[in-house]
């Protein structure tokens, strides 16, 4: 028979060999999940890390990602292509004689695009979260194009700038209109 100080360091070394297998699997949990959350934001993952810190920005894309599970998407139909095609080739051409203008027009035509697709049209910050789960290699050119679009501290916009914010709204745009259906999207991060 074993006395009683002996039993009670069995069970405390069972106790201490359950807290390290714990502390193991949820290591091991944490790292999976963020190597997920890596392949799945792709360069936002690095850009929410930078602006919130590895544990905060862990929990904010997470966070979008759930947001974003719930947003009911839809395929833009042929005829939305064709017409949100032919917008976008008016304000290129706008671009030469009224930058400024088509710019902005750019700019309303994303928002288009994306409320066509479902997207809730909450503001910009929003906008480029909800965009960030299941566009995360052109999101960035969202927010490039924005800062390139809107003076800060009363600065002009020079023209350069303005072009180059229509490069970043065109590769928005071509990856909104020729995205493939949401089931397949959603099965290529599953």
């Not at 490039?144 to 590769?171: F, I, K, M, S």
């Amino acid at each position: 028979m074993l006395d009683s100080n002996t039993v009670w360091i069995v069970v405390g070394l069972i106790g201490v060999v359950l807290l390290i297998v714990a502390a193991v699997a949820v290591r091991r949990s944490s790292r999976v999940r963020r190597a997920n959350l890596m392949h799945r934001f792709g360069p936002e993952y690095d850009r929410a890390v930078d602006e919130f810190g590895p544990v905060r920005a862990e929990h904010e894309l997470a966070a979008r990602a759930r947001r974003v599970d719930h947003i009911h998407f839809r395929d833009l139909t042929e005829a939305d292509r064709v017409r949100f095609s032919s917008t976008w080739s008016r304000i290129q051409a706008q671009f030469v004689d009224d930058p400024v203008a088509a710019v902005a027009g750019a700019n309303e035509l994303i928002k288009e695009v994306m409320r066509a697709r479902g997207y809730p049209s909450d503001g910009f910050e929003q906008r480029a979260a909800d965009l960030s789960v299941d566009h995360p290699e052109v999101v960035q050119h969202y927010r490039a194009a924005r800062a390139l679009a809107v003076p800060t501290h009363g600065q002009q916009v020079n023209t350069e700038d303005l072009r180059q914010a229509v490069v970043h709204y065109r590769a928005l745009f071509a990856d909104l209109l020729q995205v493939p259906t949401t089931a397949t999207m959603r099965e290529a991060h599953a």
